[in-house]
Each structure stands twice: as structure tokens, then as C-alpha cells.
């Protein structure tokens, strides 16, 4: 168990280290140069050989990867070309929105994917419709999900608000976690308020997520159902629910965690398009206007950060799945 | 392919159920099934239901194989015909720009004038043929990876399968993101970004499905018979294992065309005024309350597009699995 958990680790540290390789080589080839942007473009030739020298530029490539690495291991993402701050002060300013986006939307994908799966799992009426709607579902773009939600709930009925994290700028901010804060606040229409801005971005982040975490878990339980366990527990007269609960689930859920670890770690690819959608100040939305401006360390920056949350929360399914499953143990 | 070499292309765990018939039995096998097996089939798991469509397993149908075929053949043809025939074009300006659907155009004007119909279908080619080839290069790449892994063997099959699994756990649209931000955005530089990151799947399997391959009775004829590696690998191997990487690829479409359109709706396909599906949502949004249609028409046509797609690997999956 222990040895298990240790051999995940060491090959998180693989993967981690290759994401560092990777984004090392993207910007080995940036076809801009990173001197000339910074220092504009009228600077004197010798000036920019002078100051390529002073940062390294032309030091071998092992060289200059350790040095990214130090950097890196520091926190220091390098200089927004747009915003003239530090990546990583922008990063962090932005990232609680995009955490809580991403948060709410884990709990759309887990609660509608768990309710898919079981009411699916159902034999008799339904299951072909949960078929071919789930076909269709999975192939929602997520910027449409967010369009019509955004021209039905707020456009044409005005339910719902589309657009920013709450309707007014909040004075104190201690966690940038909108929800949070206000709750530290006291301040219950605040809450209501963030509340209702998350929703839609959530479902519409989340909805796709929910399809696939729903499908594995129908698939998994339908595998379960043909199991002697079940048919003895309902031989023995437990209750339909209680089957599903105490017998079933706990046998079926692996894959869908599985899939889940992967579609949240696709959520937070998926924010960035949502972001942009509803003008949500998180890093997506920070880095589709690198994008636009061709700021590379804005974007490498952000591609950083959300890869390693990628990584970890893989690696963090991973884990619970051993904790659940004494099966994968051995 | 022929039949037999479909026949063998089943998933290797498959002979357990062959050897122990009970549903019981198999219950008791699969707890006693050691940590790789679990491990593979949890694996295997995520891969079908994953980015695959398919839930749980419906009898093999001739039909459904049809459907298939005609449903990625009409697709193609529809989109490569209807724009020639109706001489459609990205940039004429058609009328007065935010044009009202169904007044003039079937689906109204956008900003510059520009029918969303002609560009939406225009978008819709490009995607269609974009994914096309994203998964065909990504079927090469992986495919040609998973063969040498699983023919040599080995220190080679180890290296190559490590750096597999550590592919695969990197965010694929992401890393895809940050190379095209760095080659400069285009519709050529994204589907090289994509298709890098999209090959692992295909490696792994065709890794599995030549490992289990390798030691059927017509390979080792083959070898015993002195046939030259290149020729067992080629014409007794890579057949077989054709049924499984096509089931997964077809499934794939779908998803692969919904990432690109994702890059391109964030800035990185190609320059205006080509038209992109992605894109044109992108620039719809401006005007979102005028003027919908812009931003909701190109959006639909992408949707209509993956449920296709969907539908066709659907379709394919029964066709050939099991």
C-alpha cells in the first residue's frame, strides 16, 4: 500500500519534471526574441547582444535549464509583456477565481454525473434515451452551453446574472475566494450574489464532465447488477436503495473516479473557454488576453500553473483510489 | 481485414472468461487478478468511456458498421461538395451587415455583411478535415510507437512505454495551447500542436494489441517459417491490430474537433478572415444581444458536426468490437 503510493509519487515527480522539459523547449522556440520585445524593437543591436549576454541567452541549453529550473523553484515566472508585473503576481490574483469556477463545476460534474449513472444504471425505460442524449450531450461545445445559457437565463428570462464574479466590486478581499470572503464578511447578500454568478459558468463547465463521469458509472454498475452479491442481497430482501449504496457502488465507483480524476483535470482546460464567455477574472481569461497580445510568459506562465494542478489532481484521484479499493492494493 | 484477424483482436484479459465460464468464478478471478491486471482494465476503462461514447456492450450488428461507413462517407462528401456547388465563399460580402436570419439569408449576416450560412458551412469543412487529420497523423505517430514498443521488446518497450504514460498524464489541450502560442497561431501550427499531443492512446494500444499478437499460432508459424521481421510485423501483425486502433480513432472525432474549435475560439487558428468555427463564435460574442445568430450559428454547426462524429464512432464501435 505504502510502496504503492510511493511509486505514484516518484512518477509524479517524472511527470512534473517533463512538463518543466517541455515548457522549457516552448520557449527555446519562441520565434519572437524575448530581448527584443521586452527592450523594443528600436534598441541598438550591440545593446540587445549586450543584454542577451547579461541574462544567458547564449549559454548552452543545459545551462540555461538549470537556471529555468532555479528560477522556477522560486516562483519566478518571469515579466508579463502586457501587464509589465510579474507572471506570478498576476497568477495569483486571478487563480481564486479560476479555483472556485473550477470547484463549483467539480461538484455540477460530480452530483450530475453521479445521478446519470445511477438513474441509467436503472434497467427498463430510459436507457436508450439516456444513450443517444448522452451522445449528444458530450459533443456540446462548451462555449455554446455558455452562449445559450447566457441568452436564455439572463437575455430573455433574467433569471440569473452573466458576467463578473458579483454585481459590485467587493472592498475587502482576503482569500479572493468570493464565497469565502463574504462569508468571513458577514455578508449574506454578497454570498447570494456570487452564488448566483457561478451557477452558470459552473453547469456550463461542468455539464460535459458529468456526461462522461455518468457513463463510466453506468457502464460500471451495469457490470455490478450481474454480480452474485447483488442477486444474494436482494435474495435476501434488502431494499433496492440499500443495494445500491452498500453493495453495489462501492464496487462500481473505481472507474468512474477514474474518469472523473481525468474530466477534472480537463475542467481546468475547459475554464479558460468558459472564462472567456462570461468575462470571469481567472487565469483563463488572463491568458486568452496573452493570447490576443502575444505575451508568452503570460501564457507559458499560466499553461505552467494549470498543468501542475492538472498533474496533481490525477495524482490525487489516483490515491483515493487506493485508499477505497483494497483490490488495487495488492 | 479480413474476419480472422478481427477475431484475434480481442483484448488480451478477454481468455478469462473463455477458461472460467461461471459468472462466479469469473468474480473470484478478478480478485485474484494481480495489481497490473486491475490496473489495465481500469486503464482500458477510461479510454472507452472516456473520450469513447460507448456504454456498456451491445451485440455486434452489421448494421451498425454501415451506419457507420455511410455516416463518415455522407459527411465528407456533403462537406466537400456543398460549398463547390453552391460556390460559397469566406469573404463576399452578401448583404448589409447583422442581416436578420431568414430575411435574405438563411441565416442572417454578420458584422462585415457576410453570410453566416456560407461561413458556417466553410468552418465546418475545415474542422471536418482538420480532426481528419489531427487523428491520422496521431494514428501514425502512436501507431508506429506502439509496434516497435511491443515488437522489440525489452529495454526499448519499457523506454518507450514510460514516456507514453508520461504523455498521457499531461493535459493534452493545454500543452497543445502553449506550443501553438509559441509557433505562432494558425490552423497549420495548431493541428501540428494537436496532433503532438494526441498519439499516446494509440501507442498504448497498439503496444497491447501487438504484444498479444506476437505469441498467436500464425506469428510464430511466421517466424518459424523464417519470414523477415519487417514482413511479420507488417502483413501478421499490424492487420490485427487495425479493428481496435480504428474503433478508437473513430470514436476520437468527435473530441479532437471540439479542441481544436476550443484553440481557435481562443485566437489561435488561423488569421481572419478565414472561417473557423471557433473563431466566428469568438467574434460573435461582441455582439451577442443584437445580433445571436453570429455567435450561435457557427457554435451549432460545430455541435451538429460532433454529434455526427459521435454517432459515427458510435456506430463503428459496435461494428467492430466484440
Redesign the interface.
Known amino acids: 500500500m505504502l510502496r504503492?503510493i510511493a511509486v505514484r509519487l516518484a512518477?509524479l515527480v517524472?511527470?512534473l519534471l517533463?512538463?518543466t522539459v517541455?515548457?522549457f523547449l516552448?520557449?527555446q522556440?519562441?520565434?519572437s526574441d524575448p530581448v527584443k520585445s521586452f527592450y523594443g524593437r528600436n534598441t541598438s543591436p550591440e545593446v540587445l547582444a549586450e543584454k542577451r549576454e547579461e541574462i544567458g541567452l547564449d549559454d548552452p541549453i543545459v545551462e540555461q535549464y538549470t537556471r529555468f529550473m532555479e528560477r522556477l523553484v522560486q516562483g519566478d515566472l518571469g515579466t508579463s509583456l502586457r501587464t509589465r508585473q510579474p507572471v506570478r503576481s498576476d497568477i495569483g490574483s486571478f487563480l481564486p477565481a479560476t479555483i472556485e469556477l473550477a470547484a463549483a463545476a467539480a461538484v455540477v460534474a460530480v452530483v450530475f454525473g453521479g445521478l446519470i449513472g445511477i438513474l441509467?444504471s436503472r434497467p427498463g425505460r430510459g436507457s436508450s434515451a439516456m444513450?443517444s442524449s448522452?451522445?449528444?450531450l458530450?459533443?456540446?461545445?462548451?462555449?455554446?452551453a455558455g452562449?445559450?445559457g447566457?441568452?436564455v437565463f439572463y437575455?430573455w428570462l433574467g433569471w440569473l446574472p452573466a458576467g463578473q464574479r458579483s454585481s459590485e466590486v467587493s472592498a475587502s478581499a482576503p482569500t479572493g475566494f468570493l464565497m469565502i470572503d463574504t462569508i468571513l464578511g458577514g455578508d449574506p447578500r454578497g454570498l447570494g450574489d456570487a452564488a448566483l454568478h457561478l451557477i452558470m459558468p459552473a453547469i456550463a463547465l461542468g455539464i460535459g464532465p458529468a456526461v462522461?463521469i455518468g457513463?463510466?458509472l453506468?457502464?460500471?454498475l451495469?457490470e455490478t447488477y450481474?454480480?452474485?452479491y447483488i442477486r444474494t442481497a436482494r435474495a435476501k430482501g434488502v431494499g433496492e436503495s440499500t443495494v445500491i449504496r452498500r453493495h453495489a457502488l462501492r464496487n462500481a465507483v473505481?472507474?468512474a473516479l477514474?474518469?472523473a480524476g481525468?474530466?477534472l483535470?480537463?475542467v481546468?482546460?475547459?475554464a479558460?473557454?468558459v472564462e472567456?464567455?462570461f468575462s470571469w477574472p481567472g487565469i483563463g481569461l488572463y491568458?486568452?488576453q496573452?493570447?490576443?497580445s502575444s505575451d508568452?510568459p503570460a501564457?507559458?506562465g499560466v499553461?505552467f500553473v494549470?498543468?501542475i494542478m492538472?498533474?496533481l489532481v490525477?495524482a490525487a484521484v489516483d490515491t483515493v483510489q487506493l485508499l477505497i479499493d483494497p483490490?488495487?492494493?495488492? | 481485414m479480413n474476419p480472422p484477424d478481427m477475431q484475434v483482436a480481442v483484448e488480451p484479459e478477454a481468455g478469462l472468461g473463455g477458461e472460467l465460464p461461471t459468472a462466479g468464478s469469473l468474480q473470484a478471478a478478478r480478485h485474484v487478478a494481480d495489481g497490473e491486471g486491475m490496473a489495465e482494465d481500469a486503464a482500458r476503462r477510461r479510454r472507452r468511456f472516456g473520450l469513447g461514447r460507448r456504454a456498456g456492450g451491445r451485440r455486434r450488428s452489421g448494421r451498425s458498421g454501415r451506419v457507420a461507413v455511410w455516416l463518415l462517407v455522407g459527411i465528407t462528401l456533403v462537406l466537400l461538395l456543398l460549398p463547390a456547388v453552391l460556390q460559397l465563399s469566406e469573404s463576399d460580402i452578401a448583404s448589409t451587415p447583422f442581416e436578420e436570419p431568414l430575411s435574405e439569408q438563411l441565416l442572417g449576416t454578420d458584422s462585415q455583411g457576410r453570410d453566416v450560412v456560407a461561413r458556417m458551412l466553410i468552418g465546418m469543412r475545415t474542422s471536418w478535415f482538420a480532426a481528419l487529420g489531427v487523428i491520422s497523423v496521431g494514428v501514425a505517430v502512436g501507431g508506429a510507437i506502439g509496434l516497435v514498443a511491443g515488437f522489440s521488446g525489452g529495454i526499448v518497450d519499457t523506454l518507450l512505454m514510460r514516456l507514453t504514460d508520461a504523455a498521457l498524464a499531461l493535459p493534452g489541450p493545454l500543452v497543445a495551447l502553449a506550443v501553438v502560442a509559441a509557433l505562432g497561431p494558425s490552423l497549420r501550427n495548431t493541428l501540428i500542436a494537436v496532433a503532438l499531443t494526441w498519439w499516446p492512446w494509440y501507442a498504448r494500444i497498439v503496444r497491447s494489441q501487438v504484444r498479444s499478437l506476437m505469441h498467436r499460432p500464425h506469428v510464430e508459424a511466421a517466424r518459424v517459417g523464417g519470414l523477415s521481421r519487417p514482413r511479420i510485423a507488417f502483413v501478421h501483425v499490424v492487420p490485427g491490430t487495425l479493428s481496435a486502433v480504428l474503433v478508437a480513432a473513430s470514436l476520437d472525432v468527435g473530441s479532437v474537433i471540439l479542441v481544436l474549435a476550443g484553440l481557435s475560439f481562443l485566437g489561435l487558428g488561423s488569421p481572419a478572415p478565414a472561417a473557423e468555427l471557433g473563431a466566428m463564435t469568438a467574434q460573435g460574442l461582441t455582439y451577442l444581444f443584437n445580433a445571436p445568430w453570429v455567435a450561435v450559428a457557427p457554435a451549432a454547426g460545430l455541435f451538429v458536426l460532433a454529434v455526427l462524429a459521435n454517432i459515427a464512432g458510435d456506430a463503428a464501435t459496435d461494428a467492430l468490437e466484440r
Request: net charge positive.
Open positions: 504503492r512518477s517524472g511527470v517533463l512538463l517541455i515548457v516552448i520557449q522556440t519562441l520565434p441509467g444513450r448522452s451522445i449528444a458530450a459533443a456540446v461545445p462548451t462555449f455554446l452562449i445559450l447566457i441568452l437575455r462522461a457513463r463510466t453506468r457502464a460500471s451495469r450481474s454480480e452474485e473505481n472507474p477514474a474518469m481525468l474530466q483535470g480537463l481546468l482546460a475547459g479558460v473557454v472567456v464567455v491568458l486568452s496573452g493570447i490576443a508568452f501564457v507559458i499553461v494549470l498543468g492538472y498533474v490525477n483490490r488495487l492494493r495488492t
